[in-house]
């Protein structure tokens, strides 16, 4: 990478800035360096990340989450040791410093690799009846109803492959012959697109029991009435740096109690908080699941993803939440339709 000094900042920086130069770089990674470029550490978008679900504040310095003892190649180092440096650790990006420990390069796997398109299926449950939404959903399925120039599903299946993704199955119930008309096999898109069929309602997860086979790698599983710009490959990555079996994308969420709170024990008033602001992460209808997840799911009965996790929480598996940082709509009510109208059409 030529500008690869674009993703260098010093260690006074805070985790907005740090973002702001993460997102900026579109690399998946920063530098952390001291006045003399001596590399400090290292920021990835999943440090970022679980720094939030650490409750590390916006303005917190950069050092809170940084990794502190990065893999790093030496200057003079071969390609083909490079390559296989990461390749050996799993990484995606590796700082080449000097003997002094000054970054002078970094290398990038994708760099290296011709990019590969993404072999893992995408599911997108697009069942649902949207009777939120009448009387627009009256006679259109609620992933048909246009945002901007078009529908809100080809819009995330658009999204999906701008991150190199080929491979859907949707899950179809209500009008869903409408959607197969309109999508057909995704030749339109040069992708692939299947089909399974719900004869009844089965909720976010029950679908995933009728795939006529398993597939070989990670899936990811999003509700077919969410518009987002969260990186997939990010959240797949995030998801296998944590050795995680299931993990479910969140989005912080914060309500105002309009009413002073005031902390009791027993008798005695212990304090007074005025409308204190709580946060919550939520569920964001967006899963990353490793094959043997499927094993979970009964096969043609409703089952939701919250019940999926909360049985694999009972099995000892590993679970892991993502925080969702970038933009997120989920399209359950009007004001929320119109409030995703404005929004694509300022874009």
Same mark, same amino acid.
């Given at each position: ?136 959903? &009256? ?10 120039? @078009? $529908? /809100?599903?080809?819009?995330? +299946? #658009?999204?999906? %492959? ?100 005031? &902390? ?10 005025? @409308? $204190? /602001?709580?946060?919550?992460? +939520? #569920?964001?209808? %967006? ?61």
């Amino acid at each position: 990478m030529r500008n690869w000094k674009s993703l260098l900042i010093k260690s006074e920086a805070t985790l907005l800035e740090t973002m702001r130069t993460l997102d900026a770089g579109a690399k998946q990674i920063v530098l952390v360096v001291d006045e003399y470029e001596v590399l400090l550490g290292t920021v990835t978008d999943g440090d970022i990340r679980r720094g939030l679900l650490r409750g590390e504040s916006l303005s917190a310095p950069v050092f809170s989450v940084m990794n502190k003892r990065p893999v790093t190649a030496q200057l003079g180092d071969d390609r083909e040791s490079l390559l296989a440096l990461m390749s050996a650790r799993k990484l995606h990006q590796l700082p080449i410093v000097d003997d002094r420990g000054r970054v002078v390069d970094i290398a990038f796997l994708d760099e290296y690799l011709q990019k590969e398109k993404k072999d893992n299926w995408v599911i997108l449950m697009a069942g649902g009846l949207g009777t939120r939404l009448a009387p627009l959903t &009256n006679n259109c399925p609620k992933p048909l109803l246009k945002v901007g120039s @078009k $529908p /809100i599903l080809e819009i995330i +299946i #658009n999204n999906f %492959i701008a991150n190199g993704f080929y491979r859907f199955y949707i899950s179809v119930n209500y009008k869903a012959e409408m959607i197969m008309d309109y999508f057909g096999n995704g030749e339109k898109w040069n992708i692939e697109i299947r089909y399974i069929r719900e004869d009844q309602r089965l909720g976010t997860a029950g679908a995933l029991s009728l795939l006529p086979e398993r597939p070989a790698d990670s899936i990811i599983v999003m509700n077919g009435d969410l518009l987002t710009k969260v990186n997939f490959n990010q959240a797949l990555q995030f998801h296998t740096e944590n050795n995680s079996r299931a993990t479910m994308c969140v989005r912080e969420y914060e309500y105002q109690v309009p009413y002073g709170v005031v &902390n009791v024990n027993q008798h005695q008033i212990s304090g007074i908080e005025e @409308k $204190p /602001i709580q946060h919550f992460f +939520i #569920n964001g209808g %967006i899963y990353v699941l490793d094959p043997e997840v499927i094993d979970y799911i009964p096969r043609n009965r409703f089952y939701d993803m919250p019940s999926l996790f909360e049985s694999l929480i009972a099995s000892n598996q590993s679970t892991a939440a993502y925080p969702i940082r970038e933009y997120w709509m989920d399209i359950g009510r009007m004001d929320d339709y119109e409030r995703a109208v404005l929004d694509y059409k300022e874009v």
